[in-house]
Protein backbone atom coordinates (compact mmCIF):
# COMPACT_ATOMS: atom_id res chain seq x y z
CA UNK A 1 0.00 0.00 0.00
CA UNK A 2 1.44 3.31 -1.29
CA UNK A 3 1.52 6.28 1.47
CA UNK A 4 0.51 9.59 0.74
CA UNK A 5 3.44 11.49 -1.47
CA UNK A 6 4.26 14.99 -1.86
CA UNK A 7 6.62 16.61 -4.95
CA UNK A 8 8.49 18.51 -4.66
CA UNK A 9 10.33 17.50 -1.54
CA UNK A 10 12.09 20.66 -1.36
CA UNK A 11 11.53 23.81 -3.00
CA UNK A 12 13.85 27.00 -2.82
CA UNK A 13 12.38 30.41 -4.34
CA UNK A 14 12.94 34.02 -4.31
CA UNK A 15 10.55 36.47 -2.84
CA UNK A 16 7.37 37.00 -5.30
CA UNK A 17 7.47 34.23 -7.83
CA UNK A 18 4.79 31.47 -7.89
CA UNK A 19 5.15 28.07 -6.23
CA UNK A 20 2.99 24.79 -6.74
CA UNK A 21 3.36 21.50 -4.36
CA UNK A 22 1.25 18.38 -5.48
CA UNK A 23 -0.20 16.17 -3.16
CA UNK A 24 -0.78 12.08 -4.07
CA UNK A 25 -3.14 10.92 -1.19
CA UNK A 26 -3.40 7.05 -0.45
CA UNK A 27 -5.11 5.45 -3.78
CA UNK A 28 -9.11 4.98 -1.64
CA UNK A 29 -8.67 7.93 0.15
CA UNK A 30 -11.45 10.52 -0.53
CA UNK A 31 -10.56 13.46 2.26
CA UNK A 32 -7.51 15.40 1.69
CA UNK A 33 -5.88 18.29 4.10
CA UNK A 34 -3.59 20.39 3.46
CA UNK A 35 -1.16 21.85 6.80
CA UNK A 36 1.53 24.36 7.26
CA UNK A 37 4.26 23.72 9.99
CA UNK A 38 6.83 26.17 10.59
CA UNK A 39 9.86 25.68 12.93
CA UNK A 40 9.32 24.40 16.31
CA UNK A 41 5.63 24.57 15.48
CA UNK A 42 3.19 22.11 15.42
CA UNK A 43 0.92 21.73 12.14
CA UNK A 44 -1.74 23.83 11.49
CA UNK A 45 -4.94 23.25 9.65
CA UNK A 46 -5.05 25.38 6.05
CA UNK A 47 -8.03 23.54 4.08
CA UNK A 48 -10.00 20.51 3.63
CA UNK A 49 -11.21 18.64 0.23
CA UNK A 50 -13.92 15.56 0.37
CA UNK A 51 -13.30 14.55 -3.34
CA UNK A 52 -12.73 17.31 -5.31
CA UNK A 53 -14.69 19.94 -3.03
CA UNK A 54 -13.30 21.92 -0.37
CA UNK A 55 -15.20 22.48 1.76
CA UNK A 56 -13.56 24.70 4.63
CA UNK A 57 -10.53 27.07 4.58
CA UNK A 58 -8.79 28.49 7.31
CA UNK A 59 -7.85 31.83 7.63
CA UNK A 60 -4.36 31.59 7.72
CA UNK A 61 -4.78 30.50 3.89
CA UNK A 62 -4.79 34.02 2.31
CA UNK A 63 -5.95 35.61 -1.00
CA UNK A 64 -2.34 34.56 -1.82
CA UNK A 65 -2.93 30.46 -1.76
CA UNK A 66 -5.21 28.19 -3.88
CA UNK A 67 -5.34 24.82 -3.44
CA UNK A 68 -7.53 22.59 -5.73
CA UNK A 69 -8.20 18.81 -6.03
CA UNK A 70 -9.64 18.84 -9.95
CA UNK A 71 -10.76 15.35 -9.73
CA UNK A 72 -11.27 14.32 -6.34
CA UNK A 73 -7.62 12.65 -6.52
CA UNK A 74 -4.50 14.42 -6.14
CA UNK A 75 -4.22 17.79 -4.86
CA UNK A 76 -2.37 21.38 -5.92
CA UNK A 77 -1.76 24.32 -3.73
CA UNK A 78 -0.43 27.08 -4.82
CA UNK A 79 0.91 30.00 -3.80
CA UNK A 80 1.25 33.38 -5.87
CA UNK A 81 3.79 36.15 -4.87
CA UNK A 82 5.85 34.12 -2.10
CA UNK A 83 6.51 36.04 1.19
CA UNK A 84 9.51 35.32 3.13
CA UNK A 85 6.73 34.15 6.23
CA UNK A 86 5.53 31.85 3.69
CA UNK A 87 8.82 29.37 4.36
CA UNK A 88 7.58 26.64 6.10
CA UNK A 89 7.31 22.96 5.79
CA UNK A 90 3.61 22.49 3.94
CA UNK A 91 2.13 18.89 4.63
CA UNK A 92 -0.67 17.19 2.76
CA UNK A 93 -2.89 14.42 4.74
CA UNK A 94 -5.52 12.23 3.48
CA UNK A 95 -8.03 10.10 5.35
CA UNK A 96 -10.92 7.69 4.31
CA UNK A 97 -14.38 8.33 5.23
CA UNK A 98 -15.50 5.71 7.54
CA UNK A 99 -17.22 7.32 10.65
CA UNK A 100 -15.70 9.51 13.08
CA UNK A 101 -12.95 9.85 13.31
CA UNK A 102 -10.76 9.90 10.60
CA UNK A 103 -7.38 8.60 10.36
CA UNK A 104 -5.04 11.01 8.85
CA UNK A 105 -1.70 10.02 7.23
CA UNK A 106 0.56 12.28 6.44
CA UNK A 107 3.36 13.12 3.30
CA UNK A 108 6.66 13.12 3.84
CA UNK A 109 6.11 17.56 3.24
CA UNK A 110 7.19 20.38 0.83
CA UNK A 111 9.62 22.62 2.41
CA UNK A 112 9.70 25.55 1.39
CA UNK A 113 12.46 28.03 1.78
CA UNK A 114 11.55 31.94 0.43
CA UNK A 115 14.63 34.10 -0.14
CA UNK B 1 -11.54 26.98 20.25
CA UNK B 2 -9.72 23.60 21.05
CA UNK B 3 -6.00 23.98 22.68
CA UNK B 4 -3.19 21.67 23.06
CA UNK B 5 0.06 22.29 25.47
CA UNK B 6 3.05 19.92 25.41
CA UNK B 7 5.05 21.95 28.14
CA UNK B 8 7.98 19.65 27.70
CA UNK B 9 9.96 21.26 25.08
CA UNK B 10 12.45 19.21 24.92
CA UNK B 11 13.58 15.75 26.70
CA UNK B 12 16.75 14.06 26.57
CA UNK B 13 17.38 10.46 28.44
CA UNK B 14 19.56 7.53 28.37
CA UNK B 15 18.45 4.52 26.63
CA UNK B 16 16.76 2.23 28.66
CA UNK B 17 14.97 4.63 30.36
CA UNK B 18 11.36 5.23 30.62
CA UNK B 19 9.75 8.50 29.31
CA UNK B 20 7.00 10.23 29.86
CA UNK B 21 5.62 12.67 27.17
CA UNK B 22 3.20 15.23 28.87
CA UNK B 23 -0.18 16.74 27.05
CA UNK B 24 -3.08 18.59 28.23
CA UNK B 25 -5.64 19.92 26.29
CA UNK B 26 -8.58 22.42 26.49
CA UNK B 27 -11.87 21.57 24.71
CA UNK B 28 -15.76 22.32 24.90
CA UNK B 29 -17.00 19.68 23.31
CA UNK B 30 -18.74 16.64 24.81
CA UNK B 31 -17.46 14.36 22.23
CA UNK B 32 -13.60 14.79 20.92
CA UNK B 33 -10.45 12.54 19.86
CA UNK B 34 -7.15 12.56 21.00
CA UNK B 35 -3.94 11.65 18.85
CA UNK B 36 -0.47 11.33 19.37
CA UNK B 37 1.99 11.16 15.74
CA UNK B 38 5.76 10.90 15.70
CA UNK B 39 7.85 13.12 13.13
CA UNK B 40 11.52 12.06 12.71
CA UNK B 41 13.98 13.81 11.68
CA UNK B 42 12.73 12.58 7.99
CA UNK B 43 9.67 14.85 8.83
CA UNK B 44 7.31 12.40 8.19
CA UNK B 45 4.12 12.25 10.58
CA UNK B 46 3.79 8.73 11.27
CA UNK B 47 0.56 8.42 13.33
CA UNK B 48 0.64 6.30 16.66
CA UNK B 49 -2.71 6.28 18.37
CA UNK B 50 -6.04 7.87 18.55
CA UNK B 51 -8.04 7.82 21.23
CA UNK B 52 -12.21 8.71 21.78
CA UNK B 53 -13.51 11.34 24.65
CA UNK B 54 -15.69 7.93 26.07
CA UNK B 55 -13.41 5.84 26.03
CA UNK B 56 -10.41 6.52 29.33
CA UNK B 57 -9.12 2.74 29.15
CA UNK B 58 -5.47 2.88 29.15
CA UNK B 59 -3.68 1.44 26.34
CA UNK B 60 -0.62 -0.92 25.90
CA UNK B 61 0.94 -1.38 22.68
CA UNK B 62 4.37 -2.79 23.25
CA UNK B 63 6.90 -0.26 24.87
CA UNK B 64 4.28 2.47 24.49
CA UNK B 65 1.37 3.17 26.72
CA UNK B 66 -1.11 6.28 27.35
CA UNK B 67 -2.65 7.47 30.15
CA UNK B 68 -5.92 9.23 29.17
CA UNK B 69 -7.57 11.23 32.07
CA UNK B 70 -10.75 13.16 30.76
CA UNK B 71 -10.89 14.64 34.95
CA UNK B 72 -7.05 16.37 33.93
CA UNK B 73 -7.83 16.94 30.81
CA UNK B 74 -4.23 15.33 29.89
CA UNK B 75 -3.40 12.26 27.19
CA UNK B 76 -0.04 12.01 28.40
CA UNK B 77 2.40 8.76 26.55
CA UNK B 78 5.19 7.07 27.94
CA UNK B 79 7.94 4.70 26.26
CA UNK B 80 9.38 2.35 27.98
CA UNK B 81 13.12 0.82 27.79
CA UNK B 82 13.60 3.66 25.53
CA UNK B 83 15.52 3.34 22.70
CA UNK B 84 17.73 5.50 20.11
CA UNK B 85 15.08 4.93 17.36
CA UNK B 86 13.01 6.75 19.62
CA UNK B 87 14.54 9.81 18.88
CA UNK B 88 12.38 12.45 17.77
CA UNK B 89 9.45 15.21 18.04
CA UNK B 90 6.19 13.79 19.35
CA UNK B 91 3.05 15.92 18.48
CA UNK B 92 -0.23 15.53 20.49
CA UNK B 93 -3.55 16.63 18.74
CA UNK B 94 -7.04 17.05 18.97
CA UNK B 95 -9.94 17.19 16.73
CA UNK B 96 -12.04 19.99 16.10
CA UNK B 97 -14.99 19.64 13.89
CA UNK B 98 -15.09 20.50 9.76
CA UNK B 99 -18.50 22.64 9.32
CA UNK B 100 -19.19 21.21 6.48
CA UNK B 101 -18.25 17.15 5.42
CA UNK B 102 -18.47 15.36 8.32
CA UNK B 103 -14.79 15.31 9.27
CA UNK B 104 -12.28 17.07 11.75
CA UNK B 105 -9.48 18.73 11.38
CA UNK B 106 -6.22 18.44 13.92
CA UNK B 107 -4.83 21.18 16.56
CA UNK B 108 -1.72 20.21 17.34
CA UNK B 109 0.51 21.20 20.24
CA UNK B 110 4.06 22.32 19.50
CA UNK B 111 5.51 19.12 20.41
CA UNK B 112 8.02 17.72 22.46
CA UNK B 113 11.60 17.06 20.92
CA UNK B 114 12.85 13.52 22.85
CA UNK B 115 16.72 12.58 22.45
CA UNK B 116 17.57 9.11 23.45
CA UNK B 117 21.69 8.59 23.77
CA UNK B 118 23.19 5.78 23.69
Known amino acids: DTGVSQDPRHKITKRGQNVTFRCDPISEHNRLYWYRQTLGQGPEFLTYFQNEAQLEKSRLLSDRFSAERPKGSFSTLEIQRTEQGDSAMYLC?????????????FGPGTRLTVL | AQKVTQAQTEISVVEKEDVTLDCVYETRDTTYYLFWYKQPPSGELVFLIR??????QNEISGRYSWNFQKSTSSFNFTITASQVVDSAVYFC???????????????FGKGTKLTVNP
Open chain 2, 93 to 107: ALSEPITQGGSEKLV
Open chain 1, 93 to 105: ASSFEQGLPDTQY
Open chain 2, 51 to 56: RNSFDE
